[in-house]
């Protein structure tokens, strides 16, 4: 499955923003600088995810992003078919129409919706979740 650099980009900073939730807004320079983003597009990831409710932003010198619902009710899912929904639905291909079962169409169809299953069972809150057991595997020491 291929992620775009929209998608990727977008999940960074609902992620960056998920491990500052409840602290107040973020500005999008730093989440630029953290997650390794052109700021530019940035911008433009943010708009549609705050279009979308996943994001609230605020202006002025205090202002910035933060997220809009809780970590744990935002899944990867959800943030593919808002960034990348249309183009998604546009390389799609249709079913041949054949006289027998085509089994190499049923398959890959098959890869997606497990596809699907997956990124629908993975949150902001999942993410959080496997860097904190990853953080805790580097620190350990005997």
């Known amino acids: 499955m ?24 973020t500005q999008s320079r730093d989440i630029a600088a ?10 433009q990831v943010l708009g549609a995810l705050n279009r979308a409710g996943f ?4 202006r002025g010198p205090l202002g910035g992003h933060e997220l809009a619902r809780e ?4 899944t990867l899912w959800d943030v593919l078919q808002i960034l ?8 799609q291909h249709p079913h041949p129409d054949l006289d027998e079962p085509d089994v190499v169409h049923e398959t890959w169809h098959e890869l997606q919706e497990r596809s ?3 990124l629908r069972s993975i949150t902001l809150d999942t993410l959080r ?5 990853r953080v805790a595997v580097a620190n350990y020491s005997i």
């Open 2 to 25: 291929r992620v775009s650099s929209r998608a990727d980009y977008g999940v960074r900073a609902l992620f960056d923003l998920a491990e500052r939730y409840g602290r107040g807004p």
């Open 55 to 58: 994001v609230r932003s605020t």
């Open 129 to 133: 979740q496997r860097r904190r057991e």
């Open 116 to 118: 699907v299953e997956y």
């Open 84 to 91: 990348d929904g249309e183009a998604r639905r546009a390389h």
């Open 71 to 74: 970590p744990d009710q935002i």
């Open 34 to 43: 953290r997650q390794g983003i052109p700021e530019a597009y940035l911008h």
